[in-house]
Structures are given as structure tokens and as C-alpha cells.
């Protein structure tokens, strides 16, 4: 094992991966997707040499002066090492890839930057475990997830013990694919992500009831959608899938264009 896996620098929050089983199966997740590669935080190369065999224009973001050296001086032709704080660096303006292990004191700065950014179509990244869980919606998505929910799509593969990483973190990682829809659930993002913060801020004993007390949606309108969607009234707001918040979202808009009714006296 190299020296470096031993010595990564705690204020760079640098843990390397070093189970060949995980890489093996980044490799696999990377393969099946098309274009250039980005790397995030590269670090001794772990994941960059292997993946360089596919011959692929990546482009290695690494922060630390001394791995960014020592990773271009072993990389081919088709890899180029950029020492730069990921936070600040301008991603490519064409369609990539963008693959990770990304260091777990900043995961959620770093996730935030790359969903702010157009043009990457598949990310494969390695965050904390409950990161990776809670943005997968495993056991209960998040109000980010459900918020992020019609633009992204979010899979889980598989949790990644402390002891594959040099030095040993103090909690487990989770391998996490992140897609970006090719037509999103919802067209109107402002609008739609106000209406998940409700939900999920609002007060009431289930789904029914918090959505009731908003008055944004007619009663027998979401009676008849909790019934179409064999959605319990009480049921918890982060329990909705995806397609569920997309298609209430829906319902919210067609009741608020929809006139009042007036009673007519005789």
C-alpha cells in the first residue's frame, strides 16, 4: 500500500479508497454511461488509472498540490490532472460524466455544486452513508430529495464499510447514482419546491390533513387522489415517491386554476 493512503490530510478531509471491489464497480456503473469523465478528488488515482482504460477524455479535479503532481506524472495521454478547488471549478459545457469519492467533511457543499451545475448527465459518487440513504429516499426521503425529486433521479447500490478507505473514517460510506432526467417531472422549480417545503413544514396528523389545512387543493379532488394512488391519509409526507409528489404537484396547480363555485340562489 502507498505511503500517501496512510498520510491523507485530515483538513482536506482525504480517506482513499482502497477496496478494489468498490472500484471495480464504479468502473461497471462508469461503463455504462457515454462521454467525458470528470473526477472529483482523484487523490493517488485509485479510481482515475482504471478508469483511464476506457480511453475517455477525463479531466482529474484534485485540491492537493502534491497528489495532483504525483497523479499527472502516471496518467496517459487522455487524462488531465487540474489541481482546483471543486467548489470553484467551471465544469465542462458539454454533455459528461462525473465520478467521485468525495471527501465526507464537505459532501453536502460539494452535491449542492454539482446540482447547481447543467450539462452532466450521470454522477457516480461515494458519500457518508447517511448522505447517500436520506438522498436515495431509503427509509424515507429528505424535503432536498423530494424537492430535487423531478429533475434527478437518485439510486443507492451498496453501503461501504469504514475499513475500505486509508485512514479509516469514522462512519461508513454509500455509493450513490445520480441521474438527471431527460424530461423533468415538473415544469415550474421555484413554485414546486415552496410547495414541498409546505408539505413537509405543515402542520396536521398525515398527508390528508396537512394538505387540507393549506386550502390549495379541493377535498374531494385529493380524496380521489389518495384513493387513485393507494395512498394512505395518513401517510407521512416523505413516504411519497417521486411520481407521487409530481403528480400532487399537479393536482395543486389544476385546483388553483380552477374557478370558485358559486351557489345561485332561487
Same mark, same amino acid.
Given at each position: 500500500? /502507498?505511503?500517501?493512503?496512510?498520510?491523507?490530510?485530515?483538513?482536506?478531509?482525504? !480517506?482513499?479508497? =482502497?477496496?478494489?471491489? =468498490?472500484? %471495480?464497480?464504479?468502473?461497471?456503473?462508469?461503463? #455504462?454511461?457515454?462521454?467525458?469523465? $470528470?473526477?472529483?478528488? /482523484?487523490? &493517488?488515482?485509485?479510481?482515475?488509472?482504471?478508469?483511464?482504460?476506457?480511453?475517455?477524455? @477525463? @479531466?482529474? =479535479?484534485?485540491?492537493?498540490?502534491?497528489?495532483?503532481?504525483?497523479?499527472?506524472?502516471? @496518467?496517459?495521454? !487522455?487524462?488531465?490532472?487540474?489541481?482546483?478547488?471543486?467548489?470553484?471549478?467551471?465544469?465542462?459545457?458539454?454533455?459528461?460524466?462525473?465520478?467521485? !469519492?468525495?471527501?465526507?467533511?464537505? %459532501?453536502?457543499?460539494?452535491?449542492?455544486?454539482? *446540482?447547481?451545475? &447543467?450539462?452532466?448527465? @450521470?454522477?457516480?459518487?461515494?458519500?457518508?452513508?447517511?448522505?447517500?440513504?436520506?438522498?436515495?429516499?431509503?427509509?424515507?426521503?429528505?424535503?432536498? %430529495?423530494?424537492?430535487?425529486?423531478?429533475?434527478?433521479?437518485?439510486?443507492?447500490?451498496?453501503? $461501504? /464499510?469504514?475499513?475500505?478507505? +486509508?485512514?479509516?473514517?469514522?462512519?461508513?460510506?454509500?455509493? *450513490?447514482?445520480?441521474?438527471?432526467?431527460?424530461? /423533468?417531472?415538473?415544469?415550474?422549480?421555484?413554485?414546486?419546491? &415552496?410547495?414541498?417545503?409546505? =408539505?413537509? %413544514?405543515?402542520?396536521?396528523?398525515?398527508?390528508?390533513?396537512?394538505?387540507?389545512?393549506?386550502?390549495?387543493? !379541493?377535498?374531494?379532488? *385529493?380524496?380521489?387522489?389518495?384513493?387513485?394512488?393507494?395512498?394512505?391519509?395518513?401517510?407521512?409526507? #416523505?413516504?411519497?415517491?417521486? #411520481?407521487?409528489?409530481?403528480? *400532487?404537484?399537479?393536482?395543486?396547480?389544476?385546483?388553483?386554476?380552477?374557478?370558485? +363555485?358559486? &351557489?345561485?340562489?332561487?
Amino acid at each position: 500500500m /502507498p505511503h500517501s493512503y496512510q498520510s491523507g490530510r485530515h483538513e482536506l478531509g482525504q !480517506n482513499f479508497l =482502497v477496496d478494489r471491489s =468498490v472500484i %471495480t464497480t464504479v468502473e461497471e456503473l462508469i461503463a #455504462q454511461t457515454t462521454g467525458p469523465i $470528470v473526477e472529483i478528488g /482523484p487523490g &493517488d488515482g485509485a479510481m482515475t488509472l482504471p478508469l483511464s482504460r476506457s480511453g475517455r477524455p @477525463t @479531466t482529474a =479535479v484534485e485540491i492537493d498540490p502534491k497528489c495532483a503532481r504525483r497523479l499527472g506524472q502516471r @496518467t496517459p495521454e !487522455n487524462v488531465t490532472v487540474v489541481c482546483a478547488d471543486i467548489l470553484r471549478f467551471q465544469f465542462p459545457q458539454h454533455p459528461h460524466v462525473i465520478v467521485g !469519492n468525495l471527501p465526507f467533511h464537505v %459532501t453536502t457543499s460539494i452535491m449542492r455544486r454539482v *446540482l447547481a451545475v &447543467d450539462h452532466w448527465h @450521470t454522477a457516480v459518487l461515494l458519500v457518508q452513508w447517511e448522505v447517500a440513504r436520506r438522498r436515495a429516499g431509503v427509509g424515507g426521503a429528505s424535503m432536498l %430529495t423530494a424537492s430535487l425529486w423531478p429533475w434527478y433521479e437518485f439510486e443507492l447500490h451498496s453501503r $461501504v /464499510p469504514a475499513r475500505s478507505f +486509508r485512514p479509516v473514517p469514522s462512519v461508513d460510506g454509500g455509493l *450513490l447514482t445520480m441521474r438527471r432526467r431527460a424530461s /423533468p417531472l415538473v415544469a415550474d422549480r421555484k413554485q414546486y419546491k &415552496d410547495f414541498v417545503k409546505q =408539505v413537509f %413544514t405543515g402542520r396536521g396528523h398525515g398527508l390528508r390533513e396537512i394538505l387540507e389545512r393549506t386550502g390549495q387543493i !379541493n377535498r374531494m379532488a *385529493l380524496r380521489d387522489w389518495l384513493r387513485n394512488n393507494h395512498v394512505s391519509p395518513q401517510v407521512l409526507p #416523505q413516504r411519497l415517491t417521486a #411520481q407521487q409528489w409530481a403528480s *400532487l404537484w399537479h393536482l395543486t396547480s389544476a385546483s388553483k386554476q380552477q374557478p370558485p +363555485r358559486v &351557489d345561485i340562489g332561487r
